[in-house]
């Protein structure tokens, strides 16, 4: 199967109206130009089409006067539902607020002494007292809030991500996952982040999802065709900021470069001797999980071509018609990817298969039920697929009193031996996120019977876990 082909769009696919040809070499990300439109229901973000109404407003003749009589604090845009969190934190790191709170204790105590001139001191400095405790109290709240709530913000803070990251970042510390410990999660449904791949890459997760839709010969990056917009599509939320990382992790640093007395000398990284994402764990593979949501037949070639950045500097996990070879990113299909598609080149193959973990089963003896999916089995092994997943609300069910059944652990247990016996990697996605202590409870089962990667809504919560206990 050709790797390196785009696929075509049939006449009859909706949500894909695109202008112009795509240069099948390139692999830049898509230019606001370059698509007329999404879908019906999304033909712009919600976000853009306020700031045209906004333009629109301030623009127009007979709307002058409202801009004159209202004040001006109340003419600030109100931020985008997609402006990052840090972008807004880091403007209101620019407020002097030291400043601020020593002018109005001066201006208290100033207007305090004009008005209670005549009261005795005692009762005037115990009011003023009250007054300058409930302003401590007032700015310390407004201190506090400026402060990024969870490790994994700070990170990214320090990492200089003020801005919604869209696009490869050129300006990552050379060692800016020096001491982040690598963790076997999933992040799932990571393009809701806050700045996706980096909050789990800050967290340790060596695994993120991306849910792709098929538009032309562009994927964009949604959980559904009317949160699709033409700024978030699989090349500017991951391909690009990956291969940003990657270059920055196996670039020489400018001490060696500079020693040398001529650049033919210059030290370039081997094949065999490239470091990973993480620098506690340079050898570990970050995990692309590539959600299918339209047409596989369709969609495999296109994500097959916009690997090619990754394919051409050697850094993916692949097949090579013998045995499996490691690479700083292996890519998993699931969703609507067609099995037999993914595996009909016999000789080559850089992508894999999320299995269906129902299907797999391990224990012995085995149920009677159980011997035909057993049997089906089979065909996935470890030279097609990597994970092996399923829902854990449809495949275990749900949980009486807050805690699984003995019989609900012995399915989990067999079916991650099955999948073990096959070398894949069991995930059960759907688990239960609320109350906390039956996430915790769940997570600490799968966790003990050897899951291959848990999978992650709270990020903060995993990062906290005590996993080498």
Partial sequence: MTTNQPASSPSGQINGVIDGQRDPHSLRAISPDRVSA??????????????????LGKSHPNLSWMTAVIPRVFQRPRPSRTSSAFARWKGKQRRPLPKMLSYAITAT??????????????????????????????????????????DIQKTIVSWGLGDY???????????FSRDIATI?????????????????????????????????NDLFVGHSRKSLTKERTLESLYIDPIVSILTIQNTPSQ????????SSSRILPSTTNLNGVFDTSPKTPLTLLIDMK?????TL????????????????????????VPGLITVVGTGNTPFDLLVANTTYRDMFYDAPLDELWGDSPTPINDYVNLLIGTKYTAENSYYASVSFQEEIGSLWHGMLTPQQVLKIRGQVKGAEERGLKARYWDTP?????????????????????????????????????
């Fill in 38 to 55: 999404l879908s019906n229901e999304s033909a712009t973000s919600i976000d853009n089409l306020a700031g045209q109404r906004g333009s």
């Fill in 294 to 298: 339209t047409d596989g037949a369709l």
């Fill in 184 to 216: 076997p999660c999933h992040s799932h449904n990571d393009y809701w982040r806050h700045v996706p791949l980096y909050d789990a890459l800050a967290a340790g997760c060596t695994s993120v999802e991306a849910d792709v839709w098929l538009m032309g």
């Fill in 433 to 469: 996120g609320w109350p906390v202590g039956r996430r915790d409870h769940v997570w600490d089962v799968l966790v003990r019977e050897g899951v291959g990667s848990l999978n992650v809504d709270n990020l903060e919560a995993a990062k906290q876990r005590n996993w080498g206990g």
């Fill in 165 to 175: 990251p869209t696009q490869s970042v050129p300006k990552l510390p050379a060692d």
């Fill in 301 to 324: 070639p296109a994500v097959l071509e916009h690997l090619e950045p990754f394919r051409s500097r050697g850094w993916l996990t692949h097949f090579d018609g013998s045995a499996v």
């Fill in 109 to 150: 105590i100033a207007v305090m002494s004009v008005i209670f001139a005549p009261v005795q001191k005692a009762a005037l400095l115990m009011f003023m007292s009250s007054v300058l405790a409930s302003l401590l109290i007032y700015y310390i709240v407004q201190l506090r809030s400026l402060i990024p709530p969870s």
């Fill in 255 to 262: 001490a060696i470069t500079e020693n040398r007395t001529s």
